[in-house]
Nanobody
Framework: QVHLVESGGGLVQSGGSLRLSCAAS????????MGWYRQVPGKQRELVAT???????NYADSVKGRFTISRDNAKNTVYLQMNSLNPEDTAVYYC???????????????WGQGTQVTVSS
């Protein structure tokens, strides 16, 4: 199996910064893409940023210029540097990884357990 462990969430004042990390472990042949999503109570989970193993990156419009996604393929880890945080960024942040466990099977999505980010005004 595959496990994703997130870290780095917490409470920060408006204008502050946080860095989230998500490490994948288990039986991993390759990871095609990794990403971050967020969810607030009563709303659907929404895309924050994704990064392919090619390095191609996609951001939600609401975080462009403030958040930076990166990954370390050797460590099967994805990061999210969040700057200029505002209260609208408050949510549970989830890590996603599309993991291929062998050459013979297609990638499957795996989610982390979520980490709370709270931005106070």
């Amino acid at each position: 199996q595959v496990h994703l462990v997130e870290s780095g969430g917490g409470l920060v004042q408006s204008g502050g910064s946080l860095r989230l990390s998500c490490a994948a472990s288990g039986i991993i042949f390759s990871i095609s893409h990794m990403g971050w999503y967020r969810q607030v109570p009563g709303k659907q989970r929404e895309l924050v940023a994704t990064i392919l193993n090619s390095g191609s990156i996609n951001y939600a419009d609401s975080v462009k210029g403030r958040f930076t996604i990166s990954r370390d393929n050797a460590k099967n880890t994805v990061y999210l540097q969040m700057n200029s945080l505002n209260p609208e960024d408050t949510a549970v942040y989830y890590c996603l990884a599309a993991v291929q466990q062998s050459r013979m099977v297609p990638p499957n999505p795996y989610w982390g357990q979520g980490t709370q980010v709270t931005v106070s005004s």
